[in-house]
């Protein structure tokens, strides 16, 4: 009933424009309130917030092992490969998923139900995850890392979905930008509150062990039952809308057809090498880097929390400053470029000098977000439009590949070689990404391709292509209004014959519809 009375408020305030009612009108249009119209910004803002929320609880629980190295290894009595083993598992389901994830919103769940699942997997994960700690079973926490990357980057793909279906055009960079801040706001609450919680709970217990850092890990898997709460409300607001506003559910968008993959030209390659050997440089060094402060610097486990979230930050306000900076220059390959060179000073700094590591985590925090905002467009550029859902998901499924095994690798490296190697081993991916962002450089000018354009050269050449397409559509319209005005037009005669056959009357041949236009068609040759 009360739906009832929201579709027809909202449709008599579409009428109410006319500035008339009828004589049996029942009165003036009562309009919805702005924060319960889905037109009104006020209500399009909670939708932002409930999308911007919707992936906090995944991103906040990802870097848990992170935040606690020193009390996972310690209570589990497990060493650094076995630690990082924990970001293994939740790689290796989305090495195969990120092909699947826009497949499932589509096709199997709809967006609104494909959001809640995806929500329960990353709260199932991390409440599995806190259970192995709690029953001292560290195949258990595996097991439940595993779990929860089977929701974490799906969830991420639904909440670009939504994006999507509720923002349009110029709105839609801001949508992402802040969406993207809202994650890196919830790795960096993450890993400067976690250990604080452990102490408290170490405190509240008196002693330390598997079941402090359980209790530690279940209360931090209260972010995930709110993004799932989140997941729910903006389910409900979703349909509400589709009933009031008539719309349809939104979708991926996605063509996942792994045969393009023998298409993929040798730019796109390169975006792939650049995307591995980069992020592999990243994340790994940030799920060990609490204990790397500590030992080489210093660092009390305070101090080292906050400067090895620096990088996530910088990266929440600066990643829509950078977008928009590309968007207006251009010039993505150049801006790649200074990320990469960025990056391997930074790791260089902090592998062979005792300089003040605020330095080279800040470098590290701005090249981050900047390659982020120049890195993933290209594919665009390089790939045409109906095979963009197979690159990016391609693209994904490598860099869940590699970030899968250069997380072990860093583990064994760190168990028999020490941090130096390590720091060495970081540089030399992150010197992989620099040999393949300057062949990239060299194939794209000698292809003649856009990737190194100014925004100004690419939005001409778009305004160009743009007004020869229009051209060609009023060509194409005006040639079948011509071949309109040549068809015979139906009279009454051919009209009383087509009657005549539908109730399957026996016609003479001459009589035939089919032939006399046949016939007509003979004339006009």
Known sequence: MAAAEEERALLDGDEGDAGHTGP???????????????????HRLLVLALMCFLGFGGYFC??????????VQRDMKVNTAQFMALYAWYSWPNVVLCFFGGFLIDRVFGIR???????????VGQVVFALGALLNAFWLMDMGRFIFGIGGESLAVAQNTYAVSWFKGKELNLVFGLQLSMARIG????MN???????????LLG?????????TLMIGGVTCLFSLACALILAY????????????????????????VKDFSLSLWLIFVICVCYYAAVFPFIGLGKVFFIEKFRFSPQEASAINSIVYIISAPMSPVFGFLVDKLGKNIIWVLCAVVTTLASHVMLAFTFWNPWIAMCLLGVAYSLLACALWPMVAFVVPEHQLGTAYGFMQSIQNLGLAIIAIAAGMILDTRGYLFLEVFFSACVCLSLIAVVMLYFVNHLTGGDLNWSAKKREKLQKVAATEAEEQERLRRENEDDLAKLRPKADDFSLRNKYLSKLGAQLPDNYSSCL??????????
């Not at 990802?62 to 009390?71: C, F, G, K, M, V």
């Not at 790795?187 to 993450?190: H, K, M």
């Not at 002693?207 to 209790?215: A, F, I, V």
Request: net charge positive.
């Open 62 to 71: 990802y870097d848990n092992p992170a935040a606690l190295q020193t009390q």
């Open 187 to 190: 790795s960096t609450v993450n």
């Open 207 to 215: 002693y330390t062990g598997p079941s402090t850092l359980g209790l």
């Open 24 to 42: 049996g009108s029942p009165g003036p249009p009562r309009a919805l309130p702005a924060a319960c119209d889905p037109r009104r910004l006020p």
């Open 516 to 525: 006399s236009t046949m016939a007509h068609r003979s004339l006009l040759k």
């Open 193 to 203: 509150i976690m250990g604080w919680i452990y102490s408290r709970v170490r405190d």
């Open 113 to 123: 139900l494909g959001t809640v699942i995806f929500s329960v997997f990353v709260c």
């Open 237 to 260: 607001l979703d349909r509400r809308a589709e009933k009031l506003l008539c719309k349809e559910q939104g979708k991926t968008g996605e063509v996942i057809k792994l045969t393009d």
